[in-house]
């Protein structure tokens, strides 16, 4: 759904920034949660998860209020090809922010792993316990999570290119909102 008006709104607005900033520190807490064995790592760890948790839930709400409330339409100069790219991208993204979380906790849950939310709080399994399909998730975590990164720069490249060289509001509307 695609409305007439020029911005976002403001919940879709908080809810796109706060999950930028999330992704961005969950793509980094992954990525030292891998790259080491310190004491940092179980730390890495309990920030992971529920984050992980807390950002399937932001992008469920997200999808909500998108499909309830739409999006501003795109320049009417877009070529075609740009368009769909956008709108491609824009389906990667929500696809990637609900399967990342799922597959983070069905992989737990087939390694026999809990996830602890808060004061001793887990979440129940959502697979049978089984070191084949762990391994299998794992692998597909991983795949993800760089799909997840590259389609993450790719967008932030299409909003500085709008923002700083077409300058067509398509940066503005998700940026500041009206003014």
């Known amino acids: ?42 730390t890495l760890i309990a920030l992971h998860r529920p984050l992980g948790v807390a950002l399937l839930v932001l992008a469920l709400i997200r999808l909500g209020v998108r499909m309830k409330n739409g999006s501003p339409a795109l320049p009417s100069d877009m070529p075609a090809w740009q368009r769909f790219t956008a709108k491609a991208s824009h389906f990667v993204l929500y696809a990637l922010f609900i399967a990342m979380p799922l597959i983070g906790w069905a992989m737990l849950s087939a390694g026999g792993y809990p996830i602890t939310l808060f004061d001793g709080y887990h979440l129940p399994a959502i697979v049978p316990q089984n070191v084949d399909l762990f391994a299998l998730l794992r692998a597909l975590h991983t795949w993800f999570a760089f799909a997840l990164f590259a389609t993450v720069l790719v967008h932030i490249a299409a909003a500085l290119f709008h923002g700083l060289i077409r300058r067509d509001g398509v940066f503005s509307s998700m940026a500041r909102g009206e003014r």
């Open 1 to 42: 759904m695609t409305h007439s008006t020029r911005h976002f709104s403001p919940l879709a607005r908080l809810l796109h920034w706060t999950m930028a900033l999330l992704i961005l520190a969950m793509l980094f807490i992954g990525i030292g949660m891998v790259a080491t064995v310190s004491h940092a790592h179980d």
